[in-house]
């Protein structure tokens, strides 16, 4: 599974980091990043969800293997 | 002083966001307006005309929409930028930048802003929020009777926020005065407001003042030296920012606290849970936002434009009630039950677009604090029997008074 936050959406409510901080981090902005270039470790799949399932801007893409 | 339209006796031709009755009924008449379905949006002659978008989709296509609507002011009143006797800086500055800004200035006017409310910036206040919160409790001493907005949620973000711009702590009170001011009085005659935001500007500017004379660490002195495309901000940018960060960095957050507070006090199971497990108040707080979103923000509409229908046009007003989406069924599943840990929360109530809430990180770390502190100190309590709550009047929703009998204490850890 992989993750992907789509910049030109992201407006840096932070919901992903806070609730995912394994996936996710945040610029000096505070806009989001994926971090390991957006691999889901095997364990986190339900947290990639949730983060998805709690953007408010619809930002963040998952893409399953 | 008062309301220059009196009472609403037609809520679905007429309505008013700023009559007393909208905030206490807010979801009635909200049910009311959608059922009614004139135009998909409610309209109002008051305030010059006035638009009121309920569904998810409406509110967020207008939010996006900065093509059709403007930002150039953002407070619904009795008086249009237009029209104000100290015209604010012209669009795509505004009265409070980045707030009432348009872009592509808007961009420029947020960067400054946003490191210094990033998330890993506003993680360290949270034992100064702690201390506060407890500071507040203690004084309330051995009270069974207390008032948790005015004892409590009122004065939490008052002392954050003086913290950061640098005004003395003492002043709290001239701050709710301004808050009243800015979005509680604007019903009132534009003579009434003129007099009363030029004692507002000339508070500021005394401020601004002292922190030329006496630089210091916060965000003041860091307006005063920043920069936008190599020019130092004019002075009515920086005192405008420092109005936007008074203004909506403490009757936001005093309202969220409250009405967090006030839920816990009808809902025992929801309290008793929070109180079992303290790590569940980040996802109540989360659903507190949704269900009890304080902020209705504004826009003005450009040119005229068709929307959906409804013919909008030049310098009407559209209220964008981020609470309203919150409660929509097509977003949310049991948009109406308040459950505090519910997993898909989407909920915009620091809204959605680029205007996304500034301070959001900082609003959130002091609900989680300030309602995991209460229950921590006050364990079990109720709403006072013979008392009532009363809500704030306007775009920002919350209880200002908030009487709540206490009915187990602990000590302070």
């Given at each position: 599974m992989r993750v992907r936050v789509i910049k030109e959406k992201c407006q840096g409510h932070n919901r992903c980091y806070s609730l995912a901080p394994e996936l996710f981090d945040v610029d000096d902005l505070g806009n989001a990043f994926e971090l390991n270039d957006g691999v889901v470790p095997a364990g986190l799949e339900d947290k990639a969800r949730l983060a998805m399932k709690n953007c408010p801007e619809f930002a963040i893409e998952i893409t399953e293997d | 002083m008062g309301s220059i339209y009196g009472p609403v006796t037609d809520w679905q031709n007429d309505f008013d966001h700023t009559d007393p009755e909208y905030n206490e009924r807010i979801h009635e008449i909200w049910d009311d307006l959608l059922n009614a379905k004139k135009c998909p949006v409610a309209h109002t002659e008051r305030f010059g005309g006035t638009w009121l978008p309920m569904t998810h989709e409406h509110v967020r296509e207008i939010a996006y929409d900065t093509d059709h609507f403007?930002?150039?002011?953002?407070v619904v009143s009795t008086v249009k930028p237009d029209d104000?006797?100290?015209?604010?800086?012209?669009?795509?500055?505004?009265?409070?930048?980045p707030i009432t800004s348009d872009p592509p200035f808007h961009q420029e006017a947020r960067r400054l802003l946003l490191p210094a409310f990033a998330p890993k910036m506003i993680e360290p206040w949270e034992k100064e929020v702690e201390k506060i919160c407890h500071d507040l409790i203690d004084a309330m001493g051995d009270r069974e009777f207390i008032d948790a907005a005015v004892d409590y949620a009122q004065h939490i973000p008052v002392q954050v926020i003086a913290r950061m711009l640098g005004f003395p702590l003492e002043d709290a009170d001239k701050f709710r005065g301004f808050v009243h001011l800015v979005l509680?009085?604007?019903?009132?005659s534009p003579e009434a407001r003129q007099a009363a935001f030029e004692s507002f500007n000339e508070y500021l500017d005394r401020q601004i003042q002292d922190h030329k004379d006496n630089p210091r660490d916060d965000l003041t002195t860091y307006l005063m030296n920043a920069e936008i495309m190599g020019n130092k901000l004019q002075d009515e940018h920086v005192r405008g920012t420092i109005v936007l960060i008074l203004i909506a960095g403490i009757d936001t957050t005093w309202s969220g606290i409250g009405s967090s507070l006030w839920h816990l006090a009808g809902h025992p199971i929801d309290r008793g849970r929070l109180v079992d497990n303290p790590d569940l108040v980040p996802s109540a707080t989360e659903e507190f936002l949704r269900a009890y979103a304080p902020v209705t923000m504004a826009r003005m509409v450009k040119d005229d434009h068709d929307f959906h229908g409804c013919p909008m046009q030049k310098d009407d007003w559209v209220l964008l009630p981020f609470p309203a989406a919150n409660r929509d069924p097509e977003v949310f599943e049991d948009a109406d039950k308040v459950i505090?840990?519910?997993?898909?929360n989407r909920h915009a109530a620091f809204g959605l677009g680029i205007h996304r809430c500034l301070g959001s990180n900082l609003a959130r770390l002091e609900m989680n604090v300030a309602t995991r502190v209460f229950l921590q100190r006050f364990p079990d309590f109720e709403f006072a029997q013979g008392e009532q709550t009363k809500w704030s009047i306007g775009q920002v929703r919350g209880p200002r008074k908030l009487p709540v009998r206490v009915l187990a204490r602990r000590p302070r850890p």
């Amino acid at each position: 599974m992989r993750v992907r936050v789509i910049k030109e959406k992201c407006q840096g409510h932070n919901r992903c980091y806070s609730l995912a901080p394994e996936l996710f981090d945040v610029d000096d902005l505070g806009n989001a990043f994926e971090l390991n270039d957006g691999v889901v470790p095997a364990g986190l799949e339900d947290k990639a969800r949730l983060a998805m399932k709690n953007c408010p801007e619809f930002a963040i893409e998952i893409t399953e293997d | 002083m008062g309301s220059i339209y009196g009472p609403v006796t037609d809520w679905q031709n007429d309505f008013d966001h700023t009559d007393p009755e909208y905030n206490e009924r807010i979801h009635e008449i909200w049910d009311d307006l959608l059922n009614a379905k004139k135009c998909p949006v409610a309209h109002t002659e008051r305030f010059g005309g006035t638009w009121l978008p309920m569904t998810h989709e409406h509110v967020r296509e207008i939010a996006y929409d900065t093509d059709h609507f403007t930002s150039r002011a953002v407070v619904v009143s009795t008086v249009k930028p237009d029209d104000a006797p100290i015209p604010p800086l012209p669009a795509p500055i505004g009265a409070a930048p980045p707030i009432t800004s348009d872009p592509p200035f808007h961009q420029e006017a947020r960067r400054l802003l946003l490191p210094a409310f990033a998330p890993k910036m506003i993680e360290p206040w949270e034992k100064e929020v702690e201390k506060i919160c407890h500071d507040l409790i203690d004084a309330m001493g051995d009270r069974e009777f207390i008032d948790a907005a005015v004892d409590y949620a009122q004065h939490i973000p008052v002392q954050v926020i003086a913290r950061m711009l640098g005004f003395p702590l003492e002043d709290a009170d001239k701050f709710r005065g301004f808050v009243h001011l800015v979005l509680e009085a604007v019903n009132e005659s534009p003579e009434a407001r003129q007099a009363a935001f030029e004692s507002f500007n000339e508070y500021l500017d005394r401020q601004i003042q002292d922190h030329k004379d006496n630089p210091r660490d916060d965000l003041t002195t860091y307006l005063m030296n920043a920069e936008i495309m190599g020019n130092k901000l004019q002075d009515e940018h920086v005192r405008g920012t420092i109005v936007l960060i008074l203004i909506a960095g403490i009757d936001t957050t005093w309202s969220g606290i409250g009405s967090s507070l006030w839920h816990l006090a009808g809902h025992p199971i929801d309290r008793g849970r929070l109180v079992d497990n303290p790590d569940l108040v980040p996802s109540a707080t989360e659903e507190f936002l949704r269900a009890y979103a304080p902020v209705t923000m504004a826009r003005m509409v450009k040119d005229d434009h068709d929307f959906h229908g409804c013919p909008m046009q030049k310098d009407d007003w559209v209220l964008l009630p981020f609470p309203a989406a919150n409660r929509d069924p097509e977003v949310f599943e049991d948009a109406d039950k308040v459950i505090i840990d519910r997993e898909e929360n989407r909920h915009a109530a620091f809204g959605l677009g680029i205007h996304r809430c500034l301070g959001s990180n900082l609003a959130r770390l002091e609900m989680n604090v300030a309602t995991r502190v209460f229950l921590q100190r006050f364990p079990d309590f109720e709403f006072a029997q013979g008392e009532q709550t009363k809500w704030s009047i306007g775009q920002v929703r919350g209880p200002r008074k908030l009487p709540v009998r206490v009915l187990a204490r602990r000590p302070r850890p």
